[in-house]
């Protein structure tokens, strides 16, 4: 089911990067492309938090049951949670580098010079500062992806001291039995919170898709296009080094 979800993300990414692409180009001078491509790149991002944690409640589940839990299945666990959310994360810092590249090398427009600007319509101009906000998506999807990078060490923790098999298991300052409760809520919350997420994210890919030719750009959009940008990209860089020392950690 992961890897199903995550070819179908790929895939509405792949298609909506190219179609804004094609159209930039094309077309009169319009909202930076890394702006408008935010959503394309989060929707890598985030597809993965409500994935990995249907499948980990399945495998959690299915653990307890059979009575296998030890700090080998705990760990194999842990890792099908954070792999996902590595390469999605990866996707997401590719998309933002792939888009700042294509807008570097892009024909500098004289449109853009401030006198030889044409008036815009209200409606233009707030389409491209709207674009703007969609970056505050970062921000819950960012908080989701570490919840559930924390799930995956918890996990091993789970592991670890059911192996011990000590007189009284407790995993985080917490019994076994509270903790399962709170790790099974977490696992809920990142499947609906995710899902919702998600949803709103690829709405928000379909109206940036219609909207893109209907916005204009100017110098100062510009200007927080590329800071809008180095900030997403810092969290995605910082956001795949703390998976990466997961991943090594679980190996």
Excluded: N
Aim: charged share 10%; hydrophobic share 55%; net charge positive.
């Amino acid at each position: 089911m992961v890897a199903v979800g995550q070819a179908i993300a790929f895939a509405i990414v792949v298609a909506g990067l190219a179609t804004l692409v094609r159209w930039s180009r094309s077309g009169p001078a319009t909202a930076p492309l890394p702006l408008v491509a935010i959503p394309f790149a989060l929707l890598l991002l985030i597809v993965q938090v409500p994935l990995v944690a249907i499948q980990s409640i399945r495998d959690f589940q299915a653990m307890g049951q059979s009575g296998s839990a030890g700090a080998k299945g705990a760990a194999v666990l842990a890792h099908a949670i954070v792999w996902p959310l590595w390469l999605g994360c990866f996707g997401f810092v590719a998309a933002l580098a792939a888009s700042a590249v294509v807008q570097s090398f892009k024909d500098p427009d004289p449109e853009l010079e401030p006198e030889c600007l044409p008036p815009q319509r209200p409606g233009r101009a707030w389409i491209g500062w709207g674009f703007c906000a969609s970056a505050l998506f970062i921000v819950p999807a960012g908080s989701l992806v570490h919840l559930t990078r924390e799930i995956a060490s918890w996990l091993v923790q789970v592991g670890t001291t059911l192996t011990a098999r000590g007189a009284q298991p407790m995993v985080a300052g917490m019994d076994l039995e509270q903790f399962t409760r709170v790790l099974s809520g977490r696992l809920v919350l990142g499947s609906l919170g995710g899902s919702a997420l998600t949803l709103v994210v690829l709405f928000f890919c379909v109206a940036f898709v219609f909207t893109h030719r209907m916005s204009s750009s100017s110098m100062a959009l510009e200007r927080v296009s590329w800071a809008v940008t180095a900030i997403a990209g810092a969290f995605g860089v910082w956001t795949l080094i703390a998976l990466t020392v997961t991943l090594r950690s679980l190996a």
